[in-house]
């Protein structure tokens, strides 16, 4: 158990519909990253915040958003979606200091109908 | 922008055997991190071993050890006494400050 928390593990949905993926970092830390997984396919980098503060952003479409609130949860919001959006997202957290490891959570399955 | 290559998409090792997956980066720094996650049939990332580039040390943890190879930048995973647990996909990652940045990754099948 990474310590990482995501829910929901599985979610359907059909197209042009909107969800939101939630996140729970391990105990203290401040960074939390969002990854996409195509079926097969390696990490893609999303979106990172820092203690509530955007600090990095990769290949997000417009079409997704992202937040970390205070307690240092976040969400992904992922809207009018279609079926290549269908994949594993994960999320991941890391200490402060810049070179720890990323501790991942389970991911979220995401399948759009 | 750094980049991080796995020239391997896939692999195979025979049981009890040893193997070794190859990871390149690119990077001009000369302060960062590198890791190779493992990513079995249940998805779920567990991080393999970790080297930090300022020591020359390669790392080792168990049956699994690295080649870090500064000059080339180059960061291969050794496994040892292969099993079949080790079926999976793994991940080279290269970390400078906040960002992460992960290879496509290498398939590995361990055959009984």
């Known amino acids: 158990d990474s310590g990482v928390t995501q829910t929901p593990k599985h979610l359907i949905t059909a197209t042009g519909q909107r969800v939101t993926l939630r996140c729970s970092p391990r105990?203290?830390?401040?960074?939390v990253y969002w990854y996409q997984q195509s079926l097969d396919q390696g990490l893609q980098f999303l979106i990172q915040y820092y203690n509530g503060e955007e600090r990095a952003k990769g290949n997000i479409l417009e079409r997704f958003s992202a937040q970390q609130f205070p307690d240092l949860h976040s969400e992904l919001n992922l809207s009018s979606l279609e079926l290549g959006d269908s994949a594993l997202y994960f999320c991941?957290?890391?200490?402060?200091?810049?070179?720890?490891?990323?501790?991942f959570g389970q991911g979220t399955r995401l399948t759009v109908v | 922008a750094q980049t991080v290559t796995q020239s391997q998409p896939e692999m195979s090792v025979q049981e009890a055997e040893t193997v070794t997956l190859s990871c390149t980066y690119d990077t001009s720094e000369s302060d960062y991190y590198l890791f190779w996650y493992k990513q079995p049939p249940s998805r779920q990332m567990i991080l393999v071993i970790r080297q930090e580039a300022y020591k020359q040390q390669n790392a080792t943890e168990n049956r699994f050890s690295v080649n870090f190879q500064k000059a080339a930048k180059s960061f291969s995973l050794k496994i040892s006494d292969s099993q079949l647990g080790d079926a999976a996909m793994y991940f080279c990652?290269?970390?400078?400050?906040?960002?992460?940045?992960f290879g496509t990754g290498t398939s590995l099948t361990v055959i009984p």
């Open positions: 105990s203290g830390d401040l960074s």
């Open positions: 990652a290269y970390r400078r400050i906040g960002q992460f940045y």
């Open positions: 991941a957290s890391s200490p402060q200091g810049a070179y720890t490891e990323a501790f």
